[in-house]
């Protein structure tokens, strides 16, 4: 079955310790990307990936890196986590970045940090 | 740069219309609409480029107008199965984001 894939679903951690949420996808997609969503707020993007080794800011970047070594994965590194990345947290992907591909999300990974 | 969805929320009765309007202060290449359950991930719904082309998929149809920077999505008839967050993205040509917007909640009850 196509589809991507975060790990864990939900996640409490506590203030300054390092944690990362995998997100795996089998579908040979080029791009990918992580989201944020906070109410109110919507779907903010965080950080994307053209291909392999090619990664770049999204809107939200500050407190959040990201590696691309594989085409398939694309994990989300908090490297010292605070109470403010409290939010729900997507992964996405699609063939490539253009107008005509859709995005295929994970199902989320819910984040607080104590 | 975030696009503006109207309105915030919505309730309708099972049957009745809908539409949601995504609009944007730049000039757009695209608008993809996805819908959100609650609990769940975003889905695709469509994509519509520039050139006001219109789309539908069911009951559910979209249209841009690409000199207004402006998309609309109709859901006609509407269904229990329609309740969820409607989101709009907007690229730019040249760009290599998608911007979503704050995503509007529909609720259809019977």
């Known amino acids: 079955e196509a589809q991507v894939t975060q790990n864990p679903r939900y996640l409490i951690t506590v203030t300054g310790k390092k944690l990362t949420v995998t997100c795996s996808q089998n579908?040979?997609?080029?791009?990918m990307s992580w989201y944020r969503q906070d109410p109110g707020l919507g779907l903010r993007q965080i950080y994307y990936s053209m291909n392999v080794e090619v990664t770049d800011k999204g809107d939200v970047p500050e407190g959040y890196k990201v590696s691309r070594k594989e085409k398939r994965n694309f994990p989300l590194i908090l490297e010292s986590p605070s109470p403010n990345q409290t939010s729900l947290y997507f992964c996405a992907s699609s063939l490539r970045q253009g107008p005509v591909s859709p995005l295929h999300f994970g199902n989320g990974t819910r984040l607080t940090v104590t | 740069q975030q696009p503006v969805q109207s309105p915030q929320a919505v309730i309708l009765r099972e049957g009745e219309d809908a539409v949601i309007n995504c609009s944007s202060s730049?000039?757009?290449?695209?608008v993809h609409w996805y819908r959100q359950k609650h609990g769940e991930a975003p889905v695709f719904l469509m994509i519509l480029l520039k050139g006001g082309e219109q789309k539908g998929h069911d009951k559910i149809s979209a249209s841009f107008n690409e000199k207004k920077q402006q998309s609309s999505l109709y859901l006609t008839a509407s269904q229990l199965s329609y309740s969820g967050t409607y989101f709009c993205?907007?690229?730019?040509?040249?760009?290599?984001?998608?911007?979503f917007g704050k995503g509007m909640k529909l609720t259809v009850n019977p």
């Open positions: 730049k000039a757009l290449y695209s």
């Open positions: 993205g907007t690229e730019r040509g040249g760009s290599e984001k998608l911007v």
């Open positions: 579908m040979n997609h080029e791009y």
